[in-house]
């Protein structure tokens, strides 16, 4: 598990006031809406706004792979880390 992924998880338990959930709770590949950890779009949209601020990174919610980025903590971690990358590259 990536130091990354465990700043994720605490992130979306900090932002989300997710208080009754450790980082060891979540499983990276596990679902963050609708089965999986439950989240919403409001929940998104305070994620989405929480990583900006972390990871200097946007998420455009017009994208179409927009549900594929906030599939798990996985995907997540994989978008951050190659947008970050591409600033870095710039």
Excluded: H, P, W, Y
Excluded at 48 to 75: C, M, P, Q, W, Y
Aim: aromatic share 4%; hydrophobic share 45%.
């Amino acid at each position: 598990m990536s130091s990354m992924e465990n700043e994720l998880k605490q992130l979306i338990i900090d932002s989300l006031d997710l208080e009754d959930l450790s980082v060891d709770d979540i499983d990276n590949e596990e679902a963050l809406f609708n089965d999986g950890l439950g989240l919403d779009s409001i929940d998104a949209l305070e994620l989405g706004l929480a990583i900006r601020k972390k990871f200097n990174v946007r998420i455009d919610a017009e994208k179409d792979d927009v549900v594929k980025i906030f599939a798990s903590v996985t995907t997540l971690t994989k978008f951050i880390e190659s947008e970050q990358a591409s600033i870095v590259n710039e």
